[in-house]
């Protein structure tokens, strides 16, 4: 059974920092791309950050570049993203998600599990 489990998230000023991560079990990890979207309240599920297998290529959307990092270990199945800069917008649910279509893949449809979402806020 594959499952991807989050830990990280919370409450934190804007300016302040965030790191999330999802370990995933019952898959082989690094043949997986993996990616994080997020999901604020009345919105639709947003693509943040996507990471390759071996973890050469990476692809942001353009409202977190320079601001988070996507990396990923393959020898403890965990991806990780650490937020800096935050700001009150980056409030959301943050998904992460693994899929088998290679390459850095932006669109939810292109990923075949999903974790559970832990929650992100951000004060102003």
């Known amino acids: 059974q594959v499952q991807l489990v989050e830990s990280g998230g919370g409450l934190v000023q804007a300016g302040g920092s965030l790191s999330l991560a999802c370990a995933a079990s019952?898959?082989?990890?690094?043949?997986?791309?993996m990616g994080w979207f997020r999901e604020a309240p009345g919105k639709e599920r947003e693509f943040v950050a996507a990471?390759?297998?071996?973890?050469?290529?990476?692809a942001y959307v353009d409202s977190v570049k320079d601001r988070f990092t996507i990396s990923r270990d393959n020898t403890k199945n965990t991806v990780y993203l650490q937020m800096n800069s935050l700001k009150p917008e980056d409030t959301a649910v943050y998904y992460c998600?693994?899929?088998?279509?290679?390459?850095?893949?932006?669109?939810?449809?292109?990923?075949?599990?999903w974790g559970q979402g832990p929650q992100v806020t951000v004060s102003s």
């Open positions: 998600a693994a899929g088998l279509r290679g390459g850095v893949a932006k669109v939810p449809a292109e990923y075949d599990y």
């Open positions: 019952g898959v082989t990890f690094s043949i997986y791309t």
């Open positions: 990471i390759s297998r071996l973890g050469g290529r990476t």
